[in-house]
């Protein structure tokens, strides 16, 4: 029974109903046994609340303009450690070996994608991040163009 959960604990004995909208809990509501008389009531009672009050959840849903979406390459997220939207530094190990570069990262047709560029003998900390900055901001050009003819 989508939305209704059974709770029978030590002083609590009936069918809480809970709608979801717009990400999160739209209302909740517990039919107690004891209230209602039996369980079989409750229940009966539970089913038809959230019925109704799921139709009024969709009906909110559909009248509440969603918010538009930011651009993701506006500002970094709190956790970015690059500075840079869509650059991010890696550190970890693989198979027992240390392994540490900078990932550039897009979406291309909705489907994201990412380029590593790892620091080795051959490239420096600071070549590596130079690197995926550059192609990062390389792919945030094309996104605007497409954004622009859309």
Known sequence: MKGISRIDSKNTHGWYVRIYADGGVFTSKLFSDRQYGSKEVALKNATT??????????????????????PFFERPAKNNSSGVVGVNEVKTVIKGREVHYFQSTWSDDGKPKSKKYYINSNRTVNEARKLAIKFRKQKEDKMRLNMAKS
């Open 49 to 70: 609340f959230r019925d109704h009050n799921q139709m009024v959840a969709d009906i909110h849903k559909a009248n509440t303009p969603r918010k538009p979406r930011r």
